[in-house]
């Protein structure tokens, strides 16, 4: 039975309030089913620790479970748990996980209590104070600058590992003023994975005797222990070079200090178990946290474009951070805050109860260990609506529910003293990275949550790019060189030397906003095996009926458009997932014919759609001659209205028209030569663009999929016909962006924004490509305003709302990685 655990996000069940009942009223809480002879509950524990404890919820506030011959008390309810860390505080010292590092670290800060925790945090409070902070946003910043200046354009960063390396690298420079050599930097990592093994096996042992066997968990803890206590008196001996006298450092500051109790200074074990708590509370929770927050802003490229925003306005490119600057970035500190309730830290902490506790209605007698989960608690849906979406203006306008839900750093007299250090150290390091390099997703290369007593972030690595006009980037003819390899339009269209992005936007003739990152994947496949599945019954629908033959299922498998659709819609599931994605490979099918004659020839156009448009007027099959693109879309059209009502078939039927309409219209406007810069301004191929992208009627459909109509009086709202043009427009210009190369080789003339910018202003193509690249920030900006907006006035269409930014977000992670766009090498040469 593995004690490294990969999981899933889903681990809070849905539930509903709890009512009154005998379980709620008892006063012996209940016990969770499920427990095993001699295991317990110990197995579902190990197996997947986030399920296990989420499900725990629905039970009551307090459940017990058994662990082997213990019992212990989850607690599963924020309110108890913040009773527990503040009003129980005396009577519930920390538990037998703390226990255990207590053995090997000493009665430090992060381990001890009562008087001697009070003493001790007194101490060290002042090395955290506002006077301090000042100076180490500084370090905090040159830090990260120094790191991230080592990093390589198309460098493929392991994105665990590095921010590992940099939050030790600030702890180290900020609090010891010392620098860490690479060796004891890689030690100390490698060395950690066996401290928290060993640590949660420990604390498992029925009789600490045990800890002291020459069992190989044992052994391998006690060695990284050494370790870890070697890398730290390097760090409390070793000044950094060129390190200012007189710096008022952590150890200096333990080493004047008196203890109260003995009246004595304190001793080099002292300063060594200060050190160590420092060095484990500072660098991996911070670093497994930047991740998170790197992952999360590859989901969410629009979220990463408005925390830009945000630092270019109050935190300029070249300036030292300050608190007060800090305090300005209100968004930033909003996506912080929900990638920290998203992604806590830690997976389950413990107490025992000295002497009785009364919990809420429950009664936990003396010696009981009760544990809690950050990570259920801050999932749970009663207090976080979509627990599992990435939502961060959740924490705007005083939002988030409670702050007592809410403890990522804990609470009462144990609080985490760094926590303000901690909150800045992600802003400026994250401000540092951002403002320097575009992070670019790398397919099947997405972080995967791994539980220990953390939960930790493995597998996350991306393909660095300069931050478009904020850093250098290639010529023209070493582009050409190159080829496509896959990555985004930021990495192969060149800019002209001398010759930055300036003057109004074509789009709007407003000033030029900055550029947005391009887009990456927005959200976890959720279930990959559903989506394989599905992806294998529709290239079995598709060969059945006709519209493919197997020897070109290889090429159309590599589009992979069950990932789109996984991004787009993470609630579809069984027949819905698969309409979704018979719909769009049928549609890109369609699509693919009128890159032939019938793109070039109006009369074939005609021939191929009219067909198609009257199946949306009600006409009746069964002709030997209807195609096979004709017969499936009349299947499809039947299984996407089944149970819907009549205005949304009637909404769905118009605007299926206007998107199969546009494909004889860019057919007639090729054979009169009226194509882009030629007779069609861009107003006229940004409407055609819009609606022939099929983005109106994959917007219906998510009605389909939640099972009922939006509300009537949100779609009758002139808001929202302008949230759907924008979703519409801004998935359309990011396609525009990566199929760009793909449909300038193709040959004929391409109904492409970035070609039509190009010929019809003049633009060369680095300014086209801004151009686009801009509007699509601006588009995502004046949506959210929308969202918002409609959101006040109909609060029950969230979903639908929700909806619509999904639908661009997984346009965007999947145009990043889809083999669609990609031009083979032969074609480059050409």
């Known amino acids: 039975m593995s004690l ?41 524990l190990l197996r997947d620790p986030l399920r296990f404890l989420g499900s725990l919820s629905r039970h009551g506030g307090v459940v017990r479970i058994r662990l082997g011959p213990r019992t212990v008390c989850v607690v599963t309810d924020a309110r108890l748990v913040h009773t527990l860390l503040v009003a129980l505080a005396h009577d519930c010292p920390r538990g037998a996980v703390q226990d255990t590092l207590k053995t090997a670290f000493g009665d430090g800060l992060l381990m001890s209590e009562g008087q001697a925790h009070r003493d001790r945090r007194r101490i060290i409070q002042p090395a955290f104070g506002p006077d301090r902070m000042g100076e180490y946003l500084a370090v905090m910043q040159q830090v990260t600058e120094e790191r991230a200046g080592r990093w390589r354009p198309g460098q493929v960063l392991d994105v665990a590992k590095e921010m590992n390396h940099l939050a030790l690298e600030i702890v180290t420079r900020t609090l010891f003023d010392a620098r860490l050599s690479e ?234 003293i760094g926590e303000a250090f901690a909150w800045a150290e992600l802003t400026v390091a994250a401000a540092a990275i951002l403002r320097r390099w575009r992070p670019v997703a790398v397919p099947g290369a997405r972080a995967r949550e791994v539980v220990w007593t953390t939960v930790q972030a493995h597998g996350l690595r991306v393909r660095l790019a300069p931050r478009g006009a904020r850093s250098p980037r290639r010529s023209s003819t070493a582009a050409s060189r190159e080829g496509d390899t896959g990555s985004s339009p930021g990495d192969t269209v060149p800019s002209s030397p001398g010759e930055p992005p300036s003057g109004r936007c074509p789009f709007t003739g407003a000033a030029r906003a900055t550029a947005p990152a391009d887009p990456a994947a927005p959200a976890d496949l959720r279930s990959r095996a559903d989506l394989l599945l599905s992806a294998d019954r529709h290239a079995d629908w598709a060969v059945r009926r006709g519209l493919l033959t197997p020897a070109e299922l290889p090429r159309y498998r590599g589009y992979a458009l069950h990932e789109l659709i996984g991004y787009a819609y993470p609630r579809a599931r069984g027949t819905e997932l698969d309409l979704l994605v018979d719909m769009l490979g049928w549609f890109t099918i369609l699509d693919d014919r009128f890159d032939g004659p019938p793109g070039r020839h109006p009369v074939q156009a005609r021939a191929v759609v009219d067909p198609l448009i009257a199946v949306l007027d009600g006409a009746r099959g069964g002709s030997p001659s209807e195609s096979r693109l004709l017969l499936s879309w009349r299947e499809l059209w039947e299984r996407q209205t089944a149970s819907m009502s009549p205005e949304w078939r009637a909404r769905a039927a118009r605007e299926w028209r206007a998107c199969l309409a ?112 801009t509007r699509v920030a601006q588009l995502q900006q004046e949506s959210e305003e929308l969202r918002r907006d409609l959101l006040r006035r109909h609060p029950a269409g969230r979903w639908y709302l929700d909806g619509t930014r999904e639908l661009v977000a997984g346009v965007q992670a999947w145009t990043s990685t889809s083999h669609r766009y990609r031009v083979r090498d032969r074609e480059a040469r050409q």
């Open 662 to 773: 546009t494909f004889p219209a860019e057919a007639d406007h090729r054979a009169n030569g009226t194509v882009p810069a030629l007779g069609l301004d861009l107003t006229d191929t940004m409407w055609l663009r819009r609606h022939g992208s099929c983005l109106y009627p994959f917007m219906n459909i998510m009605e389909r999929v939640h099972g009922t109509d939006a509300p009537a009086a949100l779609h009758a709202e002139p808001a929202l016909h302008q949230l759907r043009a924008n979703t519409a427009d801004a998935a359309t210009l990011i396609n525009d962006l990566y199929s760009l190369k793909r449909e300038e080789r193709q040959g004929g003339t391409a109904f492409n924004t970035v070609l039509t910018l190009e010929r019809a202003h003049g633009c060369t193509r680095d300014r086209a490509v801004h151009a686009v690249r």
């Open 4 to 44: 490294l655990t990969e999981t899933r996000k889903l681990i809070v069940p849905p539930r509903t309030a709890p009512g009154p009942s005998p379980l709620a009223r008892a006063a012996v809480p209940p016990l969770a089913p499920g427990a095993l002879p001699g295991l317990g509950h110990a197995g579902a």
């Open 183 to 416: 060796d004891a930097t890689v030690a100390f990592h490698r060395a950690l994975p066996d401290l928290v093994k060993g640590q949660i096996v420990q604390s498992l042992y029925p009789s600490p005797a045990l800890a002291r066997l020459p069992l190989p968990v044992n052994r391998r803890f006690d060695d990284a222990v050494r370790v870890l206590n070697r890398v730290v008196d390097q760090a409390v001996n070793g000044r950094a070079a060129g390190a200012e006298e007189g710096r008022r450092t952590l150890p200096a500051l333990l080493r004047a200090a008196t203890d109260p109790a003995s009246g004595c200074p304190l001793t080099e074990a002292d300063v060594r178990s200060e050190a160590i708590a420092m060095f484990g509370a500072g660098t991996e929770t911070v670093s497994t946290t930047l991740t998170w927050l790197l992952d999360e802003l590859l989901r969410h490229p629009e979220v990463e474009a408005r925390i830009l925003a945000e630092l270019d306005e109050h935190l300029p490119a070249g300036t030292v951070p300050t608190l007060e600057a800090l305090a300005r970035l209100t968004y930033t500190r909003s996506v912080t805050q929900e990638v920290v309730r998203l992604h806590a830290p830690n997976a389950f902490l413990m107490r025992t109860a000295r002497v009785p506790v009364d919990l809420g209605p429950y009664r936990v007698p003396a010696g009981t260990e009760l544990l809690y989960s950050l990570t259920a608690l801050h999932r749970d849906p009663l207090r976080y609506p979509e627990p599992l979406s990435f939502r961060p203006e959740r924490w705007q306008d005083a939002g988030g529910t409670g702050r007592p839900s809410f403890l990522p750093f804990g609470a009462g007299k144990h609080k985490c």
